[in-house]
Protein backbone atom coordinates (compact mmCIF):
# COMPACT_ATOMS: atom_id res chain seq x y z
CA UNK A 1 0.00 0.00 0.00
CA UNK A 2 2.40 2.33 0.96
CA UNK A 3 4.66 2.09 -2.79
CA UNK A 4 0.87 2.65 -4.30
CA UNK A 5 0.30 5.89 -1.92
CA UNK A 6 4.11 6.96 -3.49
CA UNK A 7 3.26 5.81 -6.57
CA UNK A 8 0.12 7.81 -7.02
CA UNK A 9 2.11 11.09 -5.54
CA UNK A 10 4.78 11.05 -7.82
CA UNK A 11 1.99 10.80 -10.78
CA UNK A 12 -0.44 13.17 -9.48
CA UNK A 13 1.57 16.11 -7.88
CA UNK A 14 4.19 16.97 -10.42
CA UNK A 15 1.29 17.14 -12.97
CA UNK A 16 -0.19 19.68 -9.96
CA UNK A 17 2.64 21.81 -9.38
CA UNK A 18 4.36 22.34 -12.64
CA UNK A 19 2.33 21.90 -15.41
CA UNK A 20 0.68 25.73 -14.79
CA UNK A 21 1.68 29.13 -15.38
CA UNK A 22 4.52 29.07 -12.92
CA UNK A 23 6.12 25.99 -14.56
CA UNK A 24 5.33 24.47 -17.82
CA UNK A 25 3.61 27.41 -19.43
CA UNK A 26 5.91 30.38 -17.76
CA UNK A 27 6.96 32.18 -20.30
CA UNK A 28 10.35 33.15 -18.80
CA UNK A 29 11.22 29.84 -19.22
CA UNK A 30 13.29 28.71 -21.95
CA UNK A 31 10.92 26.77 -24.22
CA UNK A 32 13.43 23.87 -24.54
CA UNK A 33 13.35 23.88 -20.52
CA UNK A 34 9.45 23.46 -20.93
CA UNK A 35 9.66 20.88 -23.25
CA UNK A 36 12.43 19.11 -21.08
CA UNK A 37 10.03 19.95 -17.62
CA UNK A 38 6.64 18.27 -19.47
CA UNK A 39 8.46 15.12 -21.05
CA UNK A 40 9.63 14.78 -16.85
CA UNK A 41 5.92 15.16 -15.70
CA UNK A 42 4.95 12.63 -18.24
CA UNK A 43 7.37 10.44 -17.57
CA UNK A 44 6.92 10.32 -13.92
CA UNK A 45 3.13 9.86 -14.34
CA UNK A 46 3.97 6.77 -16.73
CA UNK A 47 6.46 5.47 -14.30
CA UNK A 48 3.94 5.42 -11.54
CA UNK A 49 1.09 3.46 -13.83
CA UNK A 50 3.59 0.68 -14.25
CA UNK A 51 3.83 0.32 -10.72
CA UNK A 52 0.66 0.67 -9.80
CA UNK A 53 0.00 -2.40 -12.40
CA UNK A 54 3.19 -4.19 -10.76
CA UNK A 55 2.11 -4.11 -7.13
CA UNK A 56 -1.57 -4.51 -8.09
CA UNK A 57 -2.13 -6.86 -11.01
CA UNK A 58 -2.21 -10.49 -9.89
CA UNK A 59 0.40 -12.73 -11.64
CA UNK A 60 3.03 -14.48 -10.17
CA UNK A 61 6.22 -14.00 -8.68
CA UNK A 62 4.78 -11.27 -6.63
CA UNK A 63 7.99 -10.84 -4.51
CA UNK A 64 9.81 -9.94 -7.69
CA UNK A 65 6.81 -7.77 -8.69
CA UNK A 66 7.26 -5.72 -5.70
CA UNK A 67 10.76 -5.09 -5.46
CA UNK A 68 10.65 -4.24 -9.32
CA UNK A 69 8.29 -1.90 -8.40
CA UNK A 70 10.13 -0.45 -5.43
CA UNK A 71 13.11 0.56 -7.59
CA UNK A 72 10.99 1.46 -10.68
CA UNK A 73 9.55 4.25 -8.06
CA UNK A 74 12.78 4.85 -6.46
CA UNK A 75 14.52 5.80 -9.40
CA UNK A 76 13.14 9.52 -9.60
CA UNK A 77 13.53 10.46 -6.13
CA UNK A 78 16.92 9.77 -6.34
CA UNK A 79 17.62 11.28 -9.68
CA UNK A 80 16.11 14.10 -7.66
CA UNK A 81 18.86 13.85 -4.81
CA UNK A 82 21.70 13.87 -6.91
CA UNK A 83 20.31 16.60 -9.06
CA UNK A 84 20.31 18.79 -5.90
CA UNK A 85 23.70 17.58 -4.35
CA UNK A 86 25.07 18.12 -7.75
CA UNK A 87 23.11 21.60 -8.77
CA UNK A 88 26.51 23.95 -7.97
CA UNK A 89 27.74 21.76 -11.33
CA UNK A 90 25.28 23.08 -13.60
CA UNK A 91 23.95 26.57 -12.02
CA UNK A 92 20.62 25.09 -10.68
CA UNK A 93 18.19 26.03 -8.34
CA UNK A 94 15.77 24.20 -5.76
CA UNK A 95 12.90 26.70 -6.57
CA UNK A 96 12.39 30.16 -9.18
CA UNK A 97 11.17 33.38 -8.00
CA UNK A 98 8.29 33.66 -9.86
CA UNK A 99 7.25 29.62 -9.32
CA UNK A 100 6.66 27.95 -6.19
CA UNK A 101 8.53 29.43 -2.87
CA UNK A 102 9.67 27.23 -0.26
CA UNK A 103 7.89 27.80 3.24
CA UNK A 104 9.43 29.99 5.27
CA UNK A 105 9.04 29.78 9.24
CA UNK A 106 11.49 30.84 12.49
CA UNK A 107 13.12 28.86 14.52
CA UNK A 108 14.13 31.45 17.27
CA UNK A 109 16.34 33.93 15.74
CA UNK A 110 17.25 31.82 12.94
CA UNK A 111 14.57 32.12 9.52
CA UNK A 112 14.36 28.85 8.15
CA UNK A 113 13.20 28.03 4.71
CA UNK A 114 11.87 24.60 3.95
CA UNK A 115 11.71 23.42 0.50
CA UNK A 116 8.73 21.56 0.15
CA UNK A 117 10.26 19.25 -3.26
CA UNK A 118 12.99 18.17 -0.72
CA UNK A 119 10.17 17.82 2.06
CA UNK A 120 8.19 15.24 -0.51
CA UNK A 121 11.54 13.29 -1.67
CA UNK A 122 12.89 12.70 1.56
CA UNK A 123 9.30 11.23 2.89
CA UNK A 124 8.68 9.11 -0.27
CA UNK A 125 12.27 7.80 0.36
CA UNK A 126 11.08 7.19 3.68
CA UNK A 127 7.90 5.60 2.95
CA UNK A 128 9.54 3.14 0.49
CA UNK A 129 11.84 1.97 3.01
CA UNK A 130 8.94 1.30 5.40
CA UNK A 131 7.28 -0.66 2.38
CA UNK A 132 10.53 -2.57 1.76
CA UNK A 133 11.04 -3.69 5.38
CA UNK A 134 7.17 -4.35 5.93
CA UNK A 135 7.11 -6.71 3.14
CA UNK A 136 10.74 -8.56 4.17
CA UNK A 137 8.81 -8.94 7.47
CA UNK A 138 5.48 -11.28 5.93
CA UNK A 139 5.81 -14.54 5.63
CA UNK A 140 6.45 -16.26 2.31
CA UNK A 141 3.43 -17.31 0.23
CA UNK A 142 3.33 -20.33 -0.80
Known amino acids: MLVSVVAAAQALAPA ?27 SH ?34 AFLVAMASRHLYGGTLHDPNGVRPFIFRLGERRVELEMNLVLVVVGVGLLFSAVDSFAALPPVR
Open 16 to 42: LVELNKTHATNPLWTGHARFHLVWQVL
Open 45 to 78: TLYSGLVLTLVWWSSPCPPERFYLAVALEAGPLL
